[in-house]
């Protein structure tokens, strides 16, 4: 029997190989690229190589976040190791931008001391493989996040996604170069892509965070929990809501309001189907109910939520 705080056996499966794949095609890319490199001494096909060598690194992590996120729940995580996920992305955030602020070095100076790139024509047939192969990576990953909801495979795919549009900036800037000769574009098109790339950085880091820090789940989300609490016709109401995400697995605990004349047995029957129902809407969550008879006067969570609201 699966856990399925980690997933079906088939998501599990699907994880593991577009680790793998990522990693694979990120090396071959980054030898690819860096061969360019030596060719032209483009700042452009640089910056696509660093681009490229940081997603090497990014994806190992991926692969070893991942694996380690898989792990079912043991004694010392109860809730099992989800968040290895965001703190991988948050770590690729950190490669992505850092690759990016180089290349911006690198593009001023060559503006500054500018230098033709040379043999473009070579630089330009290595550049189209490295977008085949991205844009078949790419797709790959797209397929297995939408299995899967892997945040980690997620931002791989991002920062990929990345790559096939500095393949094909690089692809521009060579082609225009060689056509009008003009020795900026190398540099500015260099620049372009360091500000994608640390775009992206910011974008991948605050999910990453949000996950951490046990941001609460959509406002679409706590909207559907309520009202599948509320339609079952023995519950009176709810209340201190409280949910999070540990990776891809998502985390519900909430306030059971019932008719406090119920028995324990016909209230816990409630709160079963309850949580069946959830489960059916949010496969995989992680899901504590509370019983209370309804009407209860106690210190809440919402109240105090709302107080500071108001103040």
């Known amino acids: 029997m699966s856990d399925p705080s980690i997933g079906s056996p088939e998501e599990v499966r699907l994880k593991r190989r577009a680790t793998h794949v990522s990693v694979a095609v990120g090396v071959t890319l980054a030898l690819a690229k860096l061969a360019a490199w030596l060719i032209t001494g483009s700042v452009t096909i640089l910056s696509s ?20 996120s898989l792990r079912p729940p ?21 490669f992505i931008g850092g690759s990016g602020l180089f290349i911006v070095f690198q593009a001023i100076d060559r503006f500054l001391d500018p230098k033709p790139p040379t043999g473009t024509s070579v630089g330009l047939a290595i550049m189209g493989v490295s977008i085949l192969l991205t844009l078949g990576l790419v797709t790959y990953q797209h397929h297995v996040v939408r299995r899967t909801g892997s945040l980690a495979i997620a931002a791989d795919r991002l920062h990929y996604s990345g790559d096939l549009l500095t393949n094909l900036a690089v692809v521009a800037a060579l082609g225009l170069f060689e056509y009008t000769g003009a020795l900026w574009l190398d540099p500015l098109v260099g620049i372009a892509i360091a500000g994608y790339l640390l775009a992206n950085a910011a974008g991948i880091g605050r999910g990453a965070v949000d996950v951490l820090m046990d941001r609460e789940l ?33 985390i519900i605990a909430l306030h059971l309001e019932v008719d406090g004349e119920l028995t324990v047995n016909q209230a ?8 069946i129902s959830l489960r059916k809407a949010f ?8 019983q209370e008879p309804a009407g209860l006067d106690d210190d809440r969570l919402d109240h105090i939520i709302h107080k500071k609201h108001r103040t």
Do not use: C, N, W, Y
């Not at 190589?49 to 380690?68: G, K, P």
């Not at 109860?78 to 996920?85: D, L, N, Q, S, V």
């Not at 816990?268 to 949580?275: F, G, N, R």
């Open 49 to 68: 190589l660093l681009d490229s060598m940081v997603d090497v690194i990014a994806s190992a992590i991926t692969m070893m976040t991942v694996s380690h």
């Open 74 to 94: 043991d004694r010392s995580h109860r809730f099992g190791h989800g968040k290895a996920e965001p703190l991988g992305a948050l770590a690729q955030a950190a």
């Open 218 to 250: 959509p406002a679409e989300d706590r909207r559907r929990i309520k009202e599948i609490v509320l339609a079952h016709d023995q519950v009176e109401g709810l209340h201190d809501l409280r949910t999070r995400s540990s990776g891809t697995t998502p």
């Open 268 to 275: 816990h029957d409630i709160s079963d189907a309850v949580e």
């Open 283 to 290: 496969p995989g969550a992680q899901i504590t109910l509370h």
